[in-house]
Nanobody
Framework: QVQVVESGGGLVQPGGSLRLSCAAS????????MGWYRQAPGKQRELVAV???????NYVDSVKGRFTLSRDNAKNTVYLQMNSLKPEDTAVYYC???????????????WGQGTQVTVSS
């Protein structure tokens, strides 16, 4: 019903930058919010940043001032610009779309497969 596809992960040195992209497609009626979560080895998945349809954003404290989340509603796409990356940002990053589908008109969470971000020298 809804596909969520991420791109843009990779290996970067500390202090470097990466941009992650996430596109939602399928039988979408509307998207209430899209965001990024991450999971490091041995740790629980945590919210990194989320943006609502009207553009309100929320960030985990550890990335404030370094990461910026933006959204293109027409394309159902979000972009996470990550600057001043640190080794502790290393994780698998998952995109989430909280969407209402045309089939059910019910709201649900849809997830991408994840993309690896590694910050290392």
């Amino acid at each position: 019903q809804v596909q969520v596809v991420e791109s843009g992960g990779g290996l970067v040195q500390p202090g470097g930058s990466l941009r992650l992209s996430c596109a939602a497609s399928g039988s979408i009626f509307s998207i209430a919010a899209m965001g990024w979560y991450r999971q490091a080895p041995g740790k629980q998945r945590e919210l990194v940043a989320v943006i609502t349809r009207i553009g309100n954003t929320n960030y985990v404290d550890s990335v404030k001032g370094r990461f910026t989340l933006s959204r293109d509603n027409a394309k159902n796409t979000v972009y996470l610009q990550m600057n001043s990356l640190k080794p502790e940002d290393t994780a698998v990053y998952y995109c989430n779309a909280r969407a209402t589908t045309r089939a059910t008109m019910g709201i649900d969470d849809y997830w991408g497969q994840g993309t690896q971000v590694t910050v290392s020298s």
